[in-house]
Nanobody
Framework: QVQLVESGGGVVQAGASLRLSCAASGRTFRAMAWFRQAPGKEREFVSAISLSGGNTYYADAVKGRFTISRDNAKNTLNLQMNSLKPEDTAVYYC?????????????????WGQGTQVTVSS
């Protein structure tokens, strides 16, 4: 059974850091990604990574502040978030796809976690 479980969310002040993790089980995914959804807004792409980790992709809003990584031995996806801003407040979702290719389009991802809340206060 395929399962994605996020952890690491919390409440922090602007400028702080958080590290999100996503534990995957059931299979190995060729590409994984993070998306987020703020209240009243559509889900948006944050970052994606290939199986090898050699290909990464970031939304402009987080480029230079967030770093995506994965540990294939542990089947875990991570998102290191630095210099957090109030506009980063959202529920963060882990997503995965069986095919190769890192994409920003949510419909290209087959599996989703339940999400973890990140709140950044000013």
């Amino acid at each position: 059974q395929v399962q994605l479980v996020e952890s690491g969310g919390g409440v922090v002040q602007a400028g702080a850091s958080l590290r999100l993790s996503c534990a995957a089980s059931g299979r190995t995914f060729r590409a994984m990604a993070w998306f987020r959804q703020a209240p009243g807004k559509e889900r948006e792409f944050v970052s994606a990574i290939s199986l090898s980790g050699g290909n990464t992709y970031y939304a402009d809003a987080v480029k230079g502040r967030f770093t995506i990584s994965r540990d294939n031995a542990k089947n875990t996806l991570n998102l290191q978030m630095n210099s957090l801003k109030p506009e980063d407040t959202a529920v963060y979702y882990c997503a995965a796809r069986g095919d190769s290719g890192v994409y920003s389009l949510s419909t290209l991802y087959d599996y989703w976690g339940q999400g973890t809340q990140v709140t950044v206060s000013s």
